[in-house]
Every structure is written in C-alpha cells, then in structure tokens.
C-alpha cells in the first residue's frame, strides 16, 4: 500500500539514469520494502 505523503529520493539513491520504483510503506514493527529497477 502506497501513501501519497511518502516522499523516497530515489534519485539520490540510483542518479538521473532511466529508472521505475516502486514501494511498500512500513507497517507495525516491519520495515518498508523499496523496489528500484532500469525499465531497459
């Protein structure tokens, strides 16, 4: 599940290549998944 407040720099993580993401917010006690991935 997405929040729309959720605010990932993704950039700062992957740079300015071409990219997709997507990510799973935290729940509870577990830690949010991030997914990052060259659509090529």
Do not use: F, Y
Not at 6 to 11: A, E, H, N, R
Not at 28 to 39: H, Q, R
């Amino acid at each position: 599940m997405r929040s729309e407040g959720s605010k990932i720099p993704v950039t700062k993580i992957w740079g300015r290549r071409p990219m997709q993401a997507d990510w799973v917010n935290a729940e509870g006690t577990s830690g949010g998944i991030l997914s990052i991935w060259d659509p090529a």
